[in-house]
């Protein structure tokens, strides 16, 4: 271990020692204790069930998906509650502190990092219950290292300077993505395939030995994947660290500003955005699985009442304060070259990608409960397209919100003019219920995502008239941001 690694883990078990809380280390052994008898209750409640209907050895095979299945809910968790250090402060830039010591300090603290060690935690410990006891163990194993990819991938994703460090981090967690839900389908097909021959069936040491193969076989994957993470984030320099840099550098702040900085940076770093996309993302999603149940479809013709909610509402409450947060800082804005049409089309574009990755949380209803694939799709267009567009227009009226205020019960930023628009949502509420109750399936499908893809093709034409209202109307706009 180098001398200046050693510097780096005494100063950081120093900090740690001061920023020690007993009211958070006490908080954080309730919740556990909670979760653990929560679990144990069902486990209760349920053995006699699990005794008269064993739960089938097959079900092993599902190891991989299991830990695959909590992959983006695990990187969204890690986007917005984690912060680790990612950069040297000033007092170390000025020791002579290796950067290879530096990375490798980073891949400690992530390592230890209690984030990480959450979710697989509890999935062992459901998996030690419900399933043989030598899952819990690979489950842990292996959801770890899931889990430690997906914190270098923020890691780097943090400390890369600007778009073209941060633009090839993406095809390749995709890809990383891809592969490791290959191995893991692969696992439960060849297990399934094994178990399933009637003349032949499979013996349980051999189902064991199948399933650890692949289960290496995924944490080589994640290991590659973490190794060259590693790698690249070795790699990256900020603060102009390049060689044959020159001696005068202006302040500046970590990464790039720009037009799609300012949307993803106001949703980590807001309280009230953070707090109400996730809360309303979590009760819709949860409905939205809930309804999915065969007697509540049958009751409403087969049509779940939540999966527009569950795809477009978490967009709906950025989309009700556009601009509301830029109003905070506008006078930057204006001295950039960046037009209103430029940032109300990007502002559109990330609430779309935001109602994609919902729709990407819902699929698990297509793949295994049942919903119809074209359901899903149409529904996609339809909220990206007629529920989330018509609510740029509310860019004329917004008011100057407060950022880190809490969200509960929270009203400011809001005005008569917004309260009196929002009731432009039933129409495509009812436009979108009305179909599927009132034309057979196929048509409905073909009428909802009809409407939703002819919206985006006409979108940019529907944010050029809004842009060129609100620029006739831009000096009482800013004059009110201003007085507020």
């Known amino acids: 271990m180098s001398l200046g690694l050693k ?4 100063l950081w078990i120093t900090q740690k020692r001061r ?6 280390f006490f908080v954080g052994v309730f919740l ?12 209760i409640g349920v053995r006699d069930q699990l005794d008269s209907s064993k739960i089938p050895f097959e079900i092993v095979g599902a190891i991989p998906i299991i830990v695959c299945s909590t992959m983006i809910a695990d990187l969204i968790m890690k986007l917005f509650w984690r912060r680790s250090p990612v950069e040297m402060d000033d007092y170390l830039r000025t020791r002579p502190m290796p950067h290879k010591a530096w990375s490798r300090f980073i891949l400690i603290d992530t390592v230890c990092g209690g984030m990480q060690w959450m979710i697989p935690g509890c999935m062992a410990f459901v998996a030690g219950l419900f399933m043989p006891l030598w899952t819990a163990p690979l489950i842990l194993v292996l959801g770890f290292s899931s889990s430690l990819v997906n914190a270098l991938f923020q890691n780097c994703w943090r400390r890369a300077p600007g778009n073209q460090w941060t633009l090839p981090l993406v095809p390749g967690y995709m ?7 290959a191995v893991a389908i692969a696992c439960f097909v060849v297990v399934e395939m094994a178990t399933g021959d009637s003349a032949a069936p499979a013996q349980p040491s051999k189902v064991i030995l199948y399933v650890l193969a692949f289960t290496a076989l995924a944490l080589l994957v994640n290991l590659l994947a973490s190794w060259a993470l590693m790698w690249y984030f070795s790699r990256l320099r900020n603060h102009n660290e390049e060689e044959h840099a020159p001696v005068h550098v202006s302040a500046k702040s970590l990464g790039e500003v720009s037009e799609w900085s300012i949307e993803w ?32 479809q049958n009751g409403f013709n087969g049509v779940n009442l939540m999966l527009l909610f569950g795809i477009a509402f978490p967009s709906i409450i950025i989309a009700q304060w556009v601009l509301g947060v830029e109003a905070n800082f506008f006078a930057g804005i204006w001295t950039k070259p960046w037009s209103v049409e430029g940032i109300l089309r990007r502002k559109f574009i990330f609430l779309c990608g935001m109602c994609v990755v919902m729709a990407l949380l819902i699929l698990p209803c297509v793949a295994f409960m049942g919903m119809s694939f074209w359901m899903w799709l149409s529904t996609l267009l339809f909220g990206c397209g007629v529920f989330v567009l018509p609510f740029m227009a509310t860019c004329l009226f917004s008011s100057r919100m407060d950022l880190f205020a809490s969200a509960f019960f929270n009203y400011q930023g809001g005005n008569k003019q917004i309260n009196i628009f929002s009731f432009v949502m039933f129409v495509p509420i009812g436009i979108y219920f009305g179909a599927y109750f009132l034309i057979p399936q196929p048509w409905s499908h073909v ?19 809004i842009a060129k209202l609100w620029f006739n109307r831009r000096y009482a706009i800013m004059e009110r941001w201003q007085t507020e």
Request: aromatic letters at 14%; a positive charge.
């Open 7 to 10: 510097e780096l883990i005494k």
């Open 32 to 43: 556990t204790l909670y979760f653990a008898g929560l679990v144990v209750g069902v486990y």
């Open 19 to 24: 920023d020690f809380s007993w009211r958070t």
């Open 265 to 296: 940076v106001q949703l980590m770093r807001s309280k009230r955005l953070r707090v109400s996309v996730l809360s309303i993302a979590v009760v819709f999603l949860l409905n939205t699985y809930l309804q999915q149940n065969p007697e509540i």
């Open 175 to 181: 890809a990383w993505t891809i592969l490791s839900w």
């Open 447 to 465: 009428l909802v995502g009809g409407l939703g893809l002819l919206c985006l093709l006409l979108h940019r034409k529907y944010i050029h008239w």
